[in-house]
């Protein structure tokens, strides 16, 4: 069964500079979600689409963005990078909303490094 | 708002043993899914087992089985016959619909090592 792609796998930047990170759902889910998780650290949520449509937001700094795209693929725009945006980051899934919805899927993760 | 509380940093257990894994939750909402995932050394996070607040009887999938008591906002993680393979961090989380938001809020995880 196809899964959450995200790319690139892993990243390596530098302070202030610039970072895309993409997201591509599975066929049919129409909900993203991305969390950031630290070293050592929980998840913690960013920010949901639902339909292209911001859902949710949660501790994203103004520095981040994130759209959803009309293939509903979901891209994380992360910009003056600074040392503690490193982290791995998830990117999930799923399928509408009711019960459906409390099955997230999440994609194997961008681990970013910043130096 | 809602938490989740897993409070053992660390366990240890012997191969082909079970072990039992707390996760304490709060949140103000009747309508509510818990959440159990594994996150081996490698990073990627895999869903073990879901519970719905209405649920009547706990949950199950293969060696997994979720402890629910509502009324002690309990929800603690059974595997049963442990392998090499389950040593991994385990995270707890929570999803509220109440109030139209589906993001799931986790545990501090517990850090899990089989020992052969």
């Known amino acids: 069964a196809a899964g959450v792609i995200q790319s690139p796998r892993h990243l390596i930047k530098e302070k202030r500079e610039t970072a895309t990170l993409k997201c591509y759902p599975i066929?049919?889910?129409?909900?993203v979600y991305w969390y950031q998780q630290g070293p050592g650290q929980d998840p913690q949520f960013l920010i949901s689409?639902?339909?292209?449509?911001?859902?949710d937001k949660g501790s994203i700094p103004d520095r981040f963005s994130a759209q959803q795209f009309s293939d509903y693929h979901s891209e994380l725009n992360m910009s003056s990078l600074e040392l503690g945006d490193s982290a791995l980051y998830f990117c999930?899934?799923?399928?509408?909303?009711?019960?459906?919805?409390?099955?997230?899927?999440f994609g194997p993760g961008t681990r970013l490094t910043v130096t | 708002a809602q938490k989740i509380t897993q409070t053992q940093p660390g366990m240890f257990v012997q191969e082909k043993e079970a072990v039992t894994l707390d996760c304490t939750y709060d949140?103000?909402?009747?309508?509510?899914?818990l959440f159990w995932y594994k996150q081996p050394s490698s990073g990627e996070m895999i869903f073990l087992i879901y519970q719905g607040s209405y649920d009547q009887q706990n949950a199950t999938e293969g060696r997994y089985s979720l402890n629910f008591q509502k009324a002690r906002k309990s929800a603690n993680l059974v595997i049963s016959a442990s392998q090499l393979g389950d040593s991994a961090m385990y995270f707890c989380a929570i999803v509220n619909s109440g109030a139209g938001s589906y993001q799931l809020t986790f545990g501090k995880g517990t850090k899990l090592s089989v020992i052969p």
């Open positions: 999930a899934s799923s399928l509408g909303r009711g019960a459906l919805l409390y099955e997230q899927y």
């Open positions: 066929p049919r889910h129409d909900t």
């Open positions: 689409f639902y339909e292209k449509m911001q859902s």
């Open positions: 949140t103000s909402d009747p309508s509510y899914g």
